[in-house]
């Protein structure tokens, strides 16, 4: 069975809201787009989430 990974990069602000919320296909894409490790400095919590798609069935 074929599994997907995704990478999801969340940024929070100051009041805990968020400010940004993307989907990366790859680790790599995630580090270079969603810069995690370096996020601007209005933004005050970060989270990452890596995601599994399992199996979709046919529309």
């Known amino acids: 069975m074929a599994r997907e990974t995704r990478y999801r990069v969340i940024y929070f602000n100051e009041s805990d809201i968020e400010v940004y919320n ?12 969603g810069q995690p490790l370096s996020p601007p400095p209005h933004v005050k919590r970060t989270e990452v989430w890596m995601t599994h798609l399992l199996f979709s069935t046919p529309e």
């Open 22 to 33: 993307e989907d990366f296909h790859t680790f790599n894409d995630m580090l270079e787009q």
